[in-house]
């Protein structure tokens, strides 16, 4: 299957071919030369011409650097991230009603006293 696809996309003039396998950490890559995808070696320290990203393994670990240099987030990281937003977000909303129902309460109070919180 890995065969057929990457001749498909040799055949297609592709530019750049990457594959990583996340079980044994392996990372390969072929760059066009020509008509055909000639291997890359070596890939760790690699930086692409189209898309000026670095690769890199860290204890097997794929890493892919910006082209300012800053490591791009992983998934786990970006749905972490996601989550503390998420809650940030969810706390925020949680004290801004708070903040409603003391300021309803308030104005209860205002008219208890004949006083249109309005008119304050």
């Given at each position: 299957?890995?065969?057929?696809?990457?001749?498909?996309y040799?055949?297609?003039s592709v530019?750049?071919?990457?594959?990583?396998?996340?079980?044994?950490?392996e990372?390969s890559?072929?760059q066009?030369?020509?008509?055909t995808?000639?291997e890359?070696?070596?890939?760790?320290?690699?930086?692409s011409?189209?898309?000026d990203i670095r690769?890199?393994l860290?204890?097997g670990?794929?890493?892919?650097?910006?082209?300012?240099?800053?490591r791009?987030?992983t998934y786990?990281?970006?749905?972490?991230?996601?989550?503390q937003?998420?809650?940030?977000?969810?706390?925020?909303?949680?004290?801004?009603?708070?903040?409603y129902?003391?300021?309803e309460?308030?104005?209860?109070?205002?008219?208890?006293?004949?006083?249109?919180?309005e008119?304050?």
């Amino acid at each position: 299957m890995m065969t057929r696809k990457f001749r498909f996309y040799e055949r297609h003039s592709v530019e750049e071919y990457y594959l990583y396998d996340p079980d044994t950490g392996e990372l390969s890559g072929w760059q066009r030369q020509g008509e055909t995808l000639e291997e890359i070696e070596p890939m760790e320290g690699w930086i692409s011409p189209r898309l000026d990203i670095r690769f890199g393994l860290e204890r097997g670990v794929l890493q892919l650097y910006r082209p300012d240099g800053e490591r791009f987030a992983t998934y786990v990281e970006l749905m972490e991230q996601r989550e503390q937003e998420h809650q940030r977000a969810e706390q925020e909303h949680q004290r801004a009603e708070q903040e409603y129902q003391r300021a309803e309460s308030l104005a209860e109070r205002l008219r208890a006293l004949g006083i249109d919180p309005e008119e304050v």
